[in-house]
Each structure stands twice: as C-alpha cells, then as structure tokens.
C-alpha cells in the first residue's frame, strides 16, 4: 500500500468514561477506498466523528490520529474549520436532516466555498453549478433555486457530494451515503464516487453494513464488531477465505430461503383499474397544467396468506399505489376487500374496516411516538377498536403480542429510544397484528436495518404469515428481501407496471429491459430451488 493519507493508530472513544471504541488501527492511502463495516452500534460513524473532532464534549478521543503529516490531535478550533469541509469532506447518512431545509441549494453550496475559497456572488454561483454538474444533476441552473425537499433522495445526495467535494479534498469519508436509495440510484451514487475518487486522486473511507456495496466497490475493508476491529484485509480476501467468526456471520447474514406455498384462492384485496392524479399548481394568468399521474390505471389481486412485492426506484409511485389501496390517498378506480367495494366506504364505515388492514412504514423511530411508552403504542388502535376490553385484558394482549414478534414482555415501560432499530421495527409490526388483520402493508420495512437484523425480521414476519395467515403488501427496493419474501412481484416504473409474475422467476428471469436493470444494480446471487 502506498504512504498512508490517512491513519489511525490505536484510536478509543469513550463518553463519560464508557468505552464504544477500543484499540482501533486503519489507514486508507491515496486513490483507495477503505471499507469500515459492521452492524448498527459497532463504532463505525463514532470512530469518524471521533477522528475528526466531531463528538460532543462528553466523549474523549485518544489514539494516534494522522492526515497526511497533520496531526489531529494538536488542531486548534481554528485549524479544525479549515480542515472540515477543505481538506476532508463527509457525506452524511442522511441528506434531509443534514441540508438546511430553510436554504436553497446554492446557498448551501456556496457557503462552503466562501468560508474555503473566499467565493461571493456569481463566482459562487458558477462554480455551485460546475459542481452540480460533475456529479451529473440534470437541469444544474434550475435545481440551484430548488430547497431541499423539492429533490428526491438520490438528487439530495448528489447535493451532498457535490458539498463534501466542493474544496477538492483529499479525504472523503462517506458514511452511508446509500442506505435508503433504490438500487439503481446506489449504483450511480457509488459509481460517482469512484470516478470522483479517481479524478481528484482522494482517499476514501466508506462506511456501509452493506457486504454487498463493499465487495463492489471497495479495494480494502474492516470489519468492526463491539467497538474493536475484528479483520482488516483485502476485499476479496476476506469474503472469499474471512477469518473471524464475525465476519463469516456477516457473510452469512443475506436473507434466504422463500415463503411457505400458499394455495391459490379468491382474492383478499383486489384493485381494477386503479390509478392516482395529482392536480399541479396553477399560475397566475397560466392555464391549468394537465394532472401528474403517480398511479397509471392497474389491476392487481393479493390472496389469503400470500405476499406480492412492489418494487420500483423512487418516485415509481410504489408508496402511493399502497396509501391508496389503504384508502389513505385520494384515487379512482375500484377497491375490492373481502368481496367489499372499499372505495365506497366512508367514516365509520370505513374505520371499522381498517382493523382488518394495517401498515408497518419504513422508519419506525418516526412513525412510534417518543412521548408514549411502548405499551401505549401498541394498544392504542386495540383500545379505539375494542373499547370493551377492559385495562388487565390490554395488558394480557400487549404482553402476548410482545412475545410473539421477539421482545420482552415487560419492554412495554420502556419508550422507543432505549430500543435498536430491528426492535423498533419489532414493536411497529405488534402494533399492527394486535388487531388481528387480514392484511398488512410492509413499506419498506429493512431498508434501514443492518444485514442480521433484516434477516432476522424477514424470518419474523414469514413466522408470523404462516401461523396467522396474513397477506402481505411488501414494498422494498431491496430484492434480495423481496425475494425472500415475496410469491409474486409487480414492478412500477414511472407509475405503471412494467412486469409482474412469479418472484423468483422475474428476479430470475427479467423480460423487460428495467427489470433486468434493477436485478443487474442489485447485484441478485443466482439460488436453487
């Protein structure tokens, strides 16, 4: 390996006494993209924040902490600020909560080459769209105006990177910078951020759970379990022939096998020609624009016990299609439930009904109230809909519901903070099956959870399918889930089905040619029946 950029040696972390990150030794060299992977609470993001002064003040950092020939641990407060943003740039996890929501792109952009560059005004400006340009947003002029929730993820992204490169860094650290994309998007992204790496000769340090990124698009990696490095090596060396346990854990950690069969019978919910518009803005003095359509008209059917798949990129319109069935969103067309013309169902009526469908969103630390404990989650929906129970009988069933999806029976006190994202995600699915439902709408319910904890959910809720006979609506852009999920699969592009079949025979066997491009960025393994 050539001359280290960057070097940690012996690096621990520690708030208020308490260590997360011990003995930890790395070094990424110039051109190269190192790996730092592990599950949710390893010290992957810790040990970047710590290295780069970024922890709050109860944390204390020691260790040998090198850029180049600076050494980090001597920076004035000062130095720390031409360093961030000039010599090493960071791309967040997540780009909403790190953009200003109240700045437009420019100025966001622009306010890290004033304070590097000492750029104003239309040089600022110009060099704002050169930048939006090389990471290949379309319409760069425009989307220089736009605020940060006018773009969709990828495009936030894009601005992110477009951010962290702006000073021609010599390090990048990206620290899960693809977690919620679509599969195609992740591949632009990472692509981007190799041809970056290249052009500008930086140093990269990637920080992903996702084994499958890192075999593509990494040159070394290290693995981190409990705060300390557990194997350190050359990509391909460590998943061909890995050392630790861990790591063949890790490895071993994609979710497999395939749903029970289920048996082909009259539909549980069906939809013809269903479809969702939405009216644009009109101008003033302007005529009135045609309506976007999100949903195309489509027809489709899910029977008792079985799960169909909703895949699609961003803006596919797969989330809409699902509120809508959910009588959630405004659409035309026709709701079958149970033999019932749902879309016909107002007020009670149809509250009465939603008992029987549920729905688990992507972030459960978003959609679980922060205020109320976790019994009081749970129950909320059993007390509305059977006000007759009385307070033992809530309790026996919160305490049975949390049994069956895996948590303890007395988490009920807690509040979501004090639990994991898989037990989160464990605690929004027993919201959902306390009442008993014949179908369960599953949003994105893995994208944010690390490789173990996904296949630990997925084997939950086939668990529960076969012993409750749900259906499932599963709405993911990952397909190795989908595939492990799913009996069939729709795919959306641009709202309209595209393709739809058996899962494993389209995963498998893509007829159209985006299909195909999706299965390709995915990176899909070929399995045995």
Known sequence: MAEPLFRLDDLTVAFDGVPVVEGLSLAVAPGETLALVGESGSGKSVSALGALGLLPRNARVDGTRRLGDTDLARLSPRDWRALRGGRVGFVFQEPMTSLNPLHTVAKQIGETLRLHQGLRGQAARRRSRELLEQVRLPRAEELLD???????GGQRQRVMIAMAIANNPRLLIADEPTTALDVTVQREILALLAELRDAHGMGMLFITHDLNLVRRHADRVCVMHRGRAQETGEVERVFVAPQSPYTRELLAAEPAGRPAPVER????????????????????????????????????????????????ESGSGKTTLALALLRLQAS????????????????????????????????????????????????????????????????????????????????????????????????????????????????????????????????????????????????????????????????????????????????????RDYTRALVEAAGLAPVGD
């Open 265 to 312: 019978r009259a539909p549980l919910l069906q939809a013809r020609r269903l479809g969702v518009r939405f009216q644009r803005p009109k101008r003033l003095f302007a005529r009135r624009p045609p309506a976007f359509e999100a949903v195309k008209p489509l027809d489709l059917e899910v029977a008792p016990g079985e799960t169909l798949g909703i895949v699609g």
């Open 146 to 152: 736009a605020w940060p929730h006018q773009l969709s």
């Open 332 to 511: 035309h067309g026709e709701i079958h439930f149970d033999g019932e013309r749902l879309d016909r169902l107002h007020g009670d009526a149809l509250r009465r009904r939603r008992r029987r469908l549920q729905v688990v969103f992507q972030d459960p630390f978003g959609s679980l109230s922060p205020r109320m404990p976790v019994a009081d989650i749970v129950s909320e929906g059993l007390r509305f809909h059977h006000p007759e129970l009385d307070a033992a009988a809530v309790d026996a069933r919160v305490r049975a519901t949390l049994r069956e999806v895996g948590l303890p029976e007395d988490g009920g006190s807690r509040y979501p903070h004090e639990f994991s994202g898989g037990q989160r995600q464990r605690i929004a699915v027993a919201r959902a099956i306390i009442l008993e439902p014949e179908l369960l709408v599953l949003d994105e319910p893995t994208s944010a959870l690390d490789r173990t904890v996904q296949k630990q959910l997925v084997e939950l809720l086939r668990e529960l399918q076969r012993r409750r006979g749900l259906s499932y609506l599963f709405i993911s852009h990952d397909l190795a889930v989908v595939r492990a999920m799913a009996h069939r699969v729709l795919v959306l592009k641009d709202g309209e089905v595209v393709e739809r079949g058996d899962c494993r025979r389209v995963l498998s066997e893509p007829e």
